[in-house]
Structures are given as C-alpha cells and as structure tokens.
C-alpha cells in the first residue's frame, strides 16, 4: 500500500503571498492531520480532516486553513504569509478511528518564506 | 494547559545497551500517548500507542510504559543498534470533544557501533 505523500517537497515564497500544500492519504484513511513543525515551537497541531468536515483544530489564526476532498485527499492554504511561517508542514492520515488512532505521517513539504 | 517535556534532549550510548527515553506531562486527564520516531529528512514514524487505560504496550525491542498519575511515561529500548538513532518524541492525546496531539520536543538519541 503506498504511503502518505505529499506535494510539493520545497517550496521558496515571499511574505505576504498565499502557498497551498497538498496531501494524499494512504487509500482507505478517511482521516487527515495536519502539523506545523518549527526549531523553536517544535511539532504544533493544525487542524484535523474527516469525511471532508474539519473535526478538531489547533491554536493556530485564520490564515491557516483546510479542506478534505471527498476521496480523502487534504488541503492546506495558508495566506498572508509571514516570515514565522517557514516550517515543515506534515500531513498523517489515520484509518476510521480518525487521528486519535495510529497516524502515519508523509515526508512534508518544506516552507521558507522570504 | 498540557505540557508535555522530554528528558534528556540528547542521548549518546554504546551499541547494545539497554537505554530508557523519559516523557512527563502536567495533565493526567489524557485520551492516549503514543511514540514516534524522525529521521533526518523524513517524516514521523509511529512506534507505539498507549491508551489512557493501558499501563504498557510492547512492540519488538520496544516497550512503552504509561502512570498517568504521575504524569509520566518511559520508552525502554532493549539491546540498542546503530539503526535506533533517530529522534523520539513522545505526544500526548488530549481528552475532551477537541482531540489534538501535544508533543515534546523530543531526545535526539545516537548509537555508537
């Protein structure tokens, strides 16, 4: 079964520009997570995806936003960036229990922001 | 607010040891706890899943241990290879409708051969 994957690996914005960040779950996972990881905050929840409904999210503005599709791939739109924002963005996907049951994660996409 | 602290932040032993990585957390009201593992360049690896009414989960080489009354949990790695460096983090499932994982920051463990 092929794993999480996630587009694109890197990505170079400017502040203020907007970036979308793509992500497909292991066929079978209803369920997609999606983290923030930065040197300073370390990992940070965003927000999670069931059934194409934001069931539970994180602490995180407006800017930060989401989708699932109805064959469980997942969006991330962030606008407005901010220079705070360069990070490794990870997605997991997790079978019907949803993300308190076992999450497998992708690779992430690299975010620099400029 | 949950916090979530993982001691030490870097760990150098000898292969073939048998070594003890430390997670401690301020809220006992937990849903689960669960272990990961990152290596430079990739993404997570979950390693073990402990619900809130399990006291141990064991996988391989690997055992995970869970007093949520004192807020702590331990991952024993048995006879420890060059393959195990990576970094573990361990992450706190909350309790309540908003479930999200809280995470440590994690130990970055390297294996001598």
């Known amino acids: 079964k092929a794993g999480v994957t996630q587009t694109p690996r890197y990505l170079i914005k400017t502040r203020g520009q907007q970036v979308t960040l793509s992500c497909s779950p292991i066929s079978g996972h209803r369920s997609v997570s999606w983290y923030q990881q930065t040197p300073g905050q370390g990992l940070q929840f965003l927000f999670e995806?069931?059934?194409?409904?934001?069931?539970n999210k994180g602490n995180f503005p407006g800017r930060f936003s989401g989708r699932q599709f109805s064959n469980s791939r997942s969006e991330m739109n962030v606008s407005t960036l901010e220079l705070g924002d360069s990070a490794l963005y990870l997605c997991a996907s997790s079978p019907s229990g949803g993300a308190r049951d076992t999450q497998y994660f992708g690779p992430g996409t690299r975010l620099t922001v400029l | 607010k949950q916090e979530v602290t993982q001691i030490p932040a870097a760990l150098s032993v000898p292969e073939g040891e048998n070594l003890v990585l430390n997670c401690s957390f301020t809220d006992s009201a937990i849903y689960n706890l669960q272990w990961f593992r990152q290596d430079p360049g990739k993404g997570l690896t979950s390693l073990l899943l402990i619900q809130s009414s399990q006291r141990e989960q064991t996988s391989g080489r690997l055992n995970a241990s869970l007093d949520k009354s004192s807020g702590r949990s331990t991952l024993y790695i048995a006879a420890s290879q060059p393959g195990d460096s990576a970094t573990y983090l361990c992450a706190v499932g909350s309790s309540g409708s908003n479930y999200q994982l809280i995470w440590g920051a994690g130990t970055k463990l390297i294996i001598k051969p």
């Open positions: 995806y069931f059934s194409e409904t934001q069931r």
